[in-house]
């Protein structure tokens, strides 16, 4: 029998559905695992032990009584600590917000209460989910459930770790140059940033405005699925919210990929920034297993990684100097350093910079639409290395721009990184899938096809 | 310090961080020259920026 913290979202409904499992025994039986794990991965910031028991009472009393309110009635959910909780601090892992309590649920919480989902707490993130790994900030970093000598990936830190030790099956996570996909791709888990617009920030700190996205961090596809309908909807509220209700995520995970058109962009990895062998040799596996099923791959070329990064960082660096400018004036000493540096060069840009770099980006997107117009969905590298040690600043420093999540926040397309296997020294290496707007659900699709048949979602980390 | 960059960083205000963390600003004028100039900027007049971001279906 799986042990209860293995247990996906989806099977855990399936057992409050049977009575053999209740609300308050999982909720009671994860907390015991944070306990446990929490000293060795840090990946709470604040843990709000007995309000999620009260919720897992509420739960088991409304399953009892035959009101379900759907499949994650009574499933323990992390929330990344930049999302508002009602009640609880939301801090951005800074000095600057340490004392800044939430007075509303976020959006995205709300929908989740709303599903019946238990919050167990605040998760720990890079600071303002940019500045990371760090130790000189209030609380510890997020370290990695597959060798806590390692990095977790960031910014969504505390959601990887959590999610891939077994502490809770579901996190929300951020992603805005791919701090979903990261954690997601070096923890070994499922992260997927949405269509742009998907799901609503209301009550998020941004970072920066046009390229900020709330998502789903899960150990299976299934289960992103299920987070992912919870969560998805549009919010007047939220001026990126999109005008669609697109709807039924999951309702593709079973088809298989037999005659899907997959572009695979392998220059990213090859040439515009040679992986780590142990990411490509996965990357080609993923092809090959992809074939097998009966997807035809070809390969496509996009421009280069250098320019989608270099339009990423402009256009964040711009807007979130428009945030942060007042604190970088008054305190700039209470910053984490690595914040510090990375905000600060907003203060250099000009208005010509950023407006050419959205002017840019418009035509960048025009591009990748093109492509998608002949493919079903885009295959590429997320992170081009496994997770450096976390101590290891150098390295860190190396390997965290080594990337391929940043085009497709500039692009505002749904991308999912997920495990492609594992490094020579036991680390998680990923895959990134790509799809067109609104067709999440695609993209969720060939994840599913290639989690079945690549089995690596057994796999869990030797904690 | 080029005092060019020292100029800029008090225009931006940031005279108490120029005076505590003058590394940070030297690395950070450094950086947004880099970033910038990573990108093609548009040649043709017409290629506008609105609206910022909207996702809309592709096909």
């Known amino acids: 029998m799986t042990a209860l913290h293995w247990l996906s979202a989806t099977e855990i409904a399936k057992a409050y559905a049977a009575r053999t499992l209740s609300p308050t025994e999982l909720t009671q039986a994860l907390l015991q695992r944070i306990e446990h794990l929490q000293p060795k991965l840090h990946a709470f910031i604040r843990l709000d032990a007995e309000a999620a028991m009260d919720a897992a009472r509420t739960a088991e009393k409304e399953l009892a009584a035959g009101r379900s309110r759907g499949p994650l009635h009574g499933i323990p959910v992390g929330i990344k600590d930049i999302i508002d909780v009602a009640g609880l601090p939301t801090t951005a892992h800074s000095k600057i917000l340490i004392d800044n309590i939430a007075k509303q649920d976020a959006a995205c919480v709300s929908q989740l209460r709303k599903a019946g989902a238990i919050v167990l707490g605040k998760l720990s993130t890079h600071e303002f989910a940019i500045g990371g790994p760090s130790f000189d900030l209030p609380f510890p970093p997020a370290r990695n459930p597959w060798n806590p000598r390692h990095h977790p990936g960031g910014s969504s830190s505390g959601s990887g770790a959590g999610v891939a030790s077994g502490m809770f099956p579901l996190a929300l996570g951020t992603d805005t140059g791919g701090s979903v996909r990261n954690p997601a791709s070096v923890c070994g888990i499922v992260g997927l940033k949405p269509t742009y617009g998907l799901v609503s920030r209301r009550g998020v700190f941004p970072l920066a405005f046009t390229l900020d996205h709330v998502g789903p961090l899960t150990r299976t596809v299934a289960d992103n699925a299920l987070l992912l309908e919870a969560l998805a909807g549009h919010d007047p509220d939220d001026p990126g919210s999109a005008q669609t209700n697109v709807r039924g995520f999951g309702k593709w995970l079973d088809r298989g990929v037999a005659g899907l058109r997959i572009g695979f962009i392998r220059h990213f990895h090859e040439t515009d920034m040679p992986a780590h062998p142990d990411v490509t040799a996965a990357l080609e596996d993923v092809e090959r297993i992809l074939e097998a099923e009966g997807a035809l791959v070809e390969t496509v070329t996009l421009p280069k990684l250098s320019e989608f990064a270099g339009i990423n960082r402009v256009i964040l660096c711009s807007e979130a100097w428009s945030i942060h400018a007042p604190w970088l004036r008054e305190r700039p000493g209470d910053y984490g350093a690595l914040a510090r540096r990375r905000l600060l060069p907003g203060a250099f840009m000009t208005a010509g910079d950023y407006v050419g770099a959205q002017r840019r980006r418009a035509e960048l997107i025009a591009t990748v639409n093109d492509k998608l117009r002949d493919y079903d969905v885009l295959m590429c590298a997320s992170s081009m290395d496994p997770a450096s040690e976390i101590e290891d600043a150098a390295e860190t420093a190396r390997t965290y721009p080594r990337q391929a999540r940043a085009p497709f926040n500039v692009t505002g397309h749904p991308a999912l990184a997920m495990m492609s296997g594992l490094s020579g020294n036991g680390l998680p290496v990923s895959v990134q899938f790509v799809g067109r707007y609104f067709e999440d659900a695609t993209v969720l699709r060939v994840a599913a096809a290639y989690e079945k048949a690549a089995g690596w979602y057994k796999k869990h980390p030797p904690i | ?59």
């Open chain 2, 1 to 59: 310090m080029d005092p060019t960059i020292a100029a800029l960083a008090k225009a931006a205000g940031l005279d108490k961080a120029l005076a505590e963390f003058p590394a940070d600003i030297e690395a950070a004028a450094a950086q947004a020259l880099g970033h910038a100039e990573a990108v093609k900027y548009p040649t043709d007049p017409a290629a506008e920026p609105w609206p910022p971001m909207r996702a809309e279906p592709t096909l």
